[in-house]
């Protein structure tokens, strides 16, 4: 069990990748292999020339040529889906020089073109198998050894826990993937989830879609997909990101069409320039949407209410109470934000929807694709 957390504010702690648990065991099994030694920690160096130590909780050997170390990841305070999860390696010393890889119990394999991995390689990215490598190969001269390794990595439970992560929609089935490029997991920097976006955008456009959708959340993707019949391949999860899903598309010119769906709050705060859709970096703006409504036609009295809402969704019953048209306006001022980023070979749609999914608002860039939008939908009172 997890220690109780202190009531008293406290620094966030960093955590540790999978890449850097993956290169600590591999370290703890090289080290058993030739000197009998079942360490209780081990130091490894970061990419960025940082040395940190791991606990390692198990090594044993599996036979003559090999062993198996591992360790309980600590991700600090991020809210990381791997933390207390069991990374381990099975380490077998080989007479072929190389250094290979291979996916254990746990750890997924690449089906799909568009990731920095080929198809059929084990879900390890570069830089942990850089790593391993770098510290392999400082143990081989020390040793003066002259075969191989084989590199087995594995996690415990991995292929249950990759169900809740974008693994299955990368095409990357069997488990998670062991990541990392500085070894160090930065407190709520969900650097991983956004890596996880520009896999999918890399993948869609590696498979040849022209077509992708972009959501905040299940409910705005449950929306996109019914209504275009995209694949899963096609819809991006954005959540909260949407300045890092929009900027990564600068480099995916082939595409011709985006959709952007969300849920109307969080539009609000794109289409008044903000990037990040957490409320810990940014707020709906009430004050705002009474401007927009103002400029919609809408008389002081109206203007008023809305600037003393409590959500933006009471906002938006009192614009269409009286037929004036805020969530579309959203929608195109969020498209104008958009713009910014997107080549203009890509045509933009946005929707908004409410809390149940429904299409509350769109806009479209083109005169065919707007005839292809919704009208406005009325909210119903039980929302």
């Given at each position: 069990m997890?220690?109780?957390s202190?009531?008293q504010?406290?620094?966030?702690?960093?955590?540790?990748t999978?890449?850097?648990?993956?290169?600590?065991?591999?370290?703890?099994?090289?080290?058993?292999?030739?000197?009998q030694?079942?360490?209780?920690?081990?130091?490894?160096?970061?990419?960025?020339?940082?040395?940190v130590?791991?606990?390692?909780?198990?090594?044993?050997?599996?036979?003559?040529?090999?062993?198996?170390?591992?360790?309980?990841?600590?991700?600090?305070?991020?809210?990381?889906?791997?933390?207390?999860?069991?990374?381990?390696?099975?380490?077998?010393?080989?007479?072929?020089?190389?250094?290979?890889?291979?996916?254990?119990?746990?750890?997924g394999?690449?089906?799909k073109?568009?990731l920095?991995?080929?198809?059929?390689?084990?879900?390890?990215?570069?830089?942990?198998?850089?790593?391993?490598?770098?510290h392999?190969?400082?143990?081989?001269?020390?040793?003066?050894?002259?075969?191989?390794f084989?590199?087995?990595?594995?996690?415990?439970?991995?292929?249950?826990?990759?169900?809740?992560?974008m693994?299955?929609?990368?095409?990357?089935?069997?488990?998670?993937?062991?990541?990392?490029?500085?070894g160090?997991?930065?407190?709520?920097?969900?650097?991983?989830?956004?890596?996880?976006i520009?896999?999918?955008?890399?993948?869609?456009?590696?498979?040849?879609?022209?077509?992708?959708?972009?959501s905040?959340?299940?409910?705005?993707?449950?929306?996109?997909?019914?209504?275009?019949?995209?694949?899963?391949?096609?819809?991006?999860e954005?959540?909260?990101?949407?300045?890092a899903?929009?900027?990564?598309?600068?480099?995916?010119?082939?595409?011709?069409?985006?959709?952007?769906?969300?849920?109307?709050?969080?539009?609000?705060?794109?289409?008044?320039?903000?990037?990040d859709?957490?409320?810990?970096?940014?707020?709906?703006d009430?004050?705002?949407?009474?401007?927009?409504?103002?400029?919609?036609g809408?008389?002081?009295?109206?203007?008023?209410?809305?600037?003393?809402?409590?959500?933006?969704?009471?906002?938006?019953?009192?614009c269409?109470?009286?037929?004036?048209?805020?969530?579309?306006?959203?929608?195109?001022?969020?498209?104008?934000?958009?713009?910014?980023?997107?080549?203009?070979?890509?045509?933009?749609?946005?929707?908004?929807?409410?809390?149940?999914?429904?299409?509350?608002?769109?806009?479209?860039?083109?005169?065919?694709?707007l005839?292809?939008?919704y009208?406005?939908?009325?909210i119903?009172?039980?929302?």
């Amino acid at each position: 069990m997890w220690p109780e957390s202190s009531e008293q504010p406290t620094p966030l702690r960093t955590g540790l990748t999978t890449g850097s648990c993956a290169t600590a065991c591999t370290v703890a099994a090289v080290r058993y292999l030739f000197e009998q030694k079942r360490l209780s920690t081990v130091a490894i160096m970061l990419p960025r020339g940082q040395t940190v130590e791991l606990p390692i909780h198990h090594v044993e050997a599996l036979d003559t040529d090999s062993a198996i170390a591992a360790t309980i990841k600590d991700a600090g305070d991020d809210p990381d889906v791997t933390h207390g999860s069991e990374v381990f390696v099975q380490l077998r010393l080989t007479r072929e020089k190389a250094i290979t890889f291979k996916a254990a119990a746990g750890v997924g394999t690449v089906t799909k073109a568009g990731l920095s991995l080929a198809i059929g390689e084990p879900a390890i990215n570069p830089v942990p198998r850089q790593m391993i490598t770098d510290h392999l190969q400082r143990y081989r001269a020390f040793y003066a050894y002259e075969g191989g390794f084989e590199v087995a990595v594995g996690v415990k439970n991995g292929a249950q826990i990759a169900q809740k992560t974008m693994n299955p929609r990368l095409g990357i089935l069997g488990g998670l993937s062991i990541l990392g490029t500085t070894g160090i997991v930065r407190p709520y920097s969900c650097a991983a989830y956004i890596a996880s976006i520009r896999q999918g955008v890399d993948v869609a456009c590696n498979n040849g879609l022209t077509h992708i959708a972009a959501s905040t959340g299940s409910t705005s993707e449950a929306m996109v997909r019914e209504h275009y019949q995209l694949s899963d391949m096609a819809l991006i999860e954005m959540g909260d990101f949407a300045g890092a899903f929009l900027k990564h598309l600068r480099r995916n010119t082939q595409l011709t069409r985006l959709t952007l769906c969300a849920g109307f709050g969080k539009l609000t705060k794109l289409a008044a320039g903000h990037l990040d859709l957490h409320s810990r970096a940014s707020s709906i703006d009430l004050h705002q949407l009474a401007q927009i409504a103002r400029e919609l036609g809408g008389d002081e009295q109206l203007a008023e209410q809305i600037a003393g809402c409590n959500t933006s969704m009471e906002a938006l019953r009192l614009c269409q109470m009286q037929k004036l048209p805020l969530a579309d306006t959203i929608c195109q001022r969020a498209g104008a934000v958009m713009r910014r980023f997107i080549p203009k070979t890509i045509t933009i749609t946005v929707w908004a929807v409410d809390r149940k999914g429904l299409p509350v608002g769109s806009y479209a860039d083109t005169p065919a694709l707007l005839a292809r939008c919704y009208g406005m939908t009325e909210i119903g009172d039980d929302e």
